[in-house]
């Protein structure tokens, strides 16, 4: 019995011997990984092949993980890998395997990856490990509404419009004097000022008003007197029978732009005059010091207009400059206001309005999906 127990042993040894598979090389892989990188190979094994993995390191002490994994379970986990030698992995159906390499070190990492099978003794040694892509599409219908267009339809509907009723201009007197200026070498001082202030607006939403412009004549003594008189006349030939309410002056004409030149005497003294925003240039120009202005001249009778500086208050400075001569001059400024008002007027309207439908309709969509599949 002993020499048959032997006997049987040894031939199941020789015939496992005699019929067991080479390993066939699937692949040799020299590995690349930088800092945070992943990389993953695929291959296919036959059902009852036998997988045998080798891993070592070229470069660098490790790297983070490698991972076997069928499309079912993980087969093999390994941290910080530095080496693998002829780890086996059985094959229980034909499948296809992922390797994945993962590495989180700075510095670039390097392995030497070999993967090999041995076939099962009914399997084939030239079984094709590749892969291909396999599209699945699905084809579904997604159900939305959309609206048609069945007609129109007049809608009437109440509109209220903000309108203007009335649009007014007006001429304002802002400032009227006879100013004496005295001599150079009077104990007075031959430079003195005059306050204009321009008017108050009144804006609201039915109401608004506004400075268009203003006009100004500076005339020296009864030669001055004599010129604006005779303007005045002039004026009031001119215009004829246009004259309305806001038409009453030749400056009135000058600040509308209707006339562009008025008359000035021939003789007589002179006035220097400047026109300044701030009383702190009023202070400078009293005591001879530097100062600005936006206007100025010098004359025995001076006019102008201005339709850019329609707010708040300005003064009008008079210079003499005659040594022992004092004058007296005539200051006259005008505005013209235009006031409009308005009135809410409401209308009846009507508009055309596009009348809709809702009708359910269906579009049908393609989903695709890819799988790795066995190349055979």
């Known amino acids: ?150 007609g129109y339809q007049m809608i009437p509907y109440q509109e209220t419009i903000k309108e203007i009723v009335n649009t007014k201009k007006e001429e304002i007197l802002l400032f009227q004097k006879s100013q004496r200026v005295h001599s150079y070498y009077n104990r007075n001082k031959s430079r003195t000022y005059l306050r204009v202030d321009l008017p108050r607006l009144e804006i609201t939403d039915l109401k608004k008003e506004k400075i268009l412009a203003w006009a100004y004549w500076i005339g020296v003594g009864e030669e001055g007197k004599a010129a604006y008189d005779k303007n005045v006349r002039n004026f009031s030939k001119f215009i004829g029978k246009a004259a309305n309410a806001y038409f009453q002056t030749p400056l009135a004409g000058l600040a509308l732009g209707f006339i562009t030149e008025l008359f000035i005497p021939n003789n007589g003294h002179d006035v220097a005059y400047y026109f300044m925003d701030e009383f702190r240039n009023v202070q400078s120009f009293l005591d001879g010091n530097q100062f600005s202005f936006f206007d ?51 209308y009846n309207k009507e508009k055309k309005e596009a009348q809709y439908m809702k009708l359910n309709k269906t579009r049908m969509q393609v989903k695709e999906k890819k799988y790795r599949v066995p190349v055979e």
């Open 1 to 150: 019995m002993k020499i048959r127990s032997i006997i049987t042993t040894f031939l199941v040894l020789f015939y496992n011997i005699s019929f067991s598979q080479e390993p066939i090389n699937v692949a040799n892989l020299n590995v690349s990984l930088s800092f945070q990188e992943t990389k993953d190979y695929f291959f296919t094994f036959d059902k009852g092949d036998e997988i045998v993995f080798n891993f070592v390191m070229k470069k660098g002490k490790h790297i983070r993980s490698v991972e076997i994994a069928s499309s079912s379970n993980v087969k093999l986990t390994e941290f910080k890998a530095k080496e693998i030698t002829n780890r086996k992995i059985q094959v229980l159906k034909k499948e296809i395997y992922r390797f994945r390499f993962f590495s989180s070190s700075l510095t670039t990492r390097v392995a030497n990856v070999q993967i090999q099978r041995i076939p099962s003794k009914n399997g084939s040694p030239s079984f094709n490990t590749g892969w291909k892509w396999y599209t699945v599409r699905d084809t579904i219908y997604v159900p939305y509404q959309k609206d048609s267009l069945i």
């Open 296 to 346: 100025s001249g010098k004359g025995r009778a001076a006019f102008g207009r201005n339709d850019s500086r329609l707010w708040s208050t300005f003064y009008i400075g008079l210079s003499n400059d005659n040594l022992t001569k004092g004058i007296d001059v005539e200051v006259k400024v005008i505005a013209i206001k235009e006031t409009q008002t308005f009135k809410y007027n409401t």
